[in-house]
């Protein structure tokens, strides 16, 4: 089974930045897309980014656009985050998500565990 770790997490000032990984490993066999989610304390987990690696398309939370960038390696089967200006919104666990054979629009098909990222003011 395909397992999901993230890294990076941490504590981080207003306006600061942060740079999360999540590496793929297991048995894979295809990855169609990769991407992150967060969820914070009370709300709705909401979709960060997405990146679809066969056209390279890339997705952003509203929230998050011009702020956040999504970027690939695909030879090490890892999907980084990158995390500017970040507020104290910001906060929440943020998970990686892998699509292996599900529609795009629907829940990622693996999961990692989550990191937790928090931001003061």
């Known amino acids: 089974q395909v397992q999901l770790v993230e890294s990076g997490g941490g504590f981080v000032q207003a306006g600061g930045s942060l740079r999360l990984s999540c590496v793929a490993s297991g048995t894979i066999f295809e990855i169609l897309a990769m991407g992150w989610y967060r969820q914070a304390p009370g709300k709705q987990r909401e979709l960060v980014a997405q990146?679809?690696?066969?056209?390279?398309?890339?997705t952003y939370g509203e929230s998050v656009k011009g702020r956040f960038t999504i970027s690939r390696d695909t030879a090490k089967n890892t999907v980084y985050l990158q995390m500017t200006s970040l507020t104290p919104e910001d906060t929440a666990v943020y998970y990686c998500?892998?699509?292996?054979?599900?529609?795009?629009?629907?829940?990622?098909?693996?999961w990692g565990q989550g990191t937790q990222v928090t931001v003061s003011s």
């Open positions: 990146y679809i690696d066969m056209s390279g398309r890339i």
């Open positions: 998500g892998e699509w292996a054979y599900s529609d795009y629009d629907l829940d990622p098909d693996y």
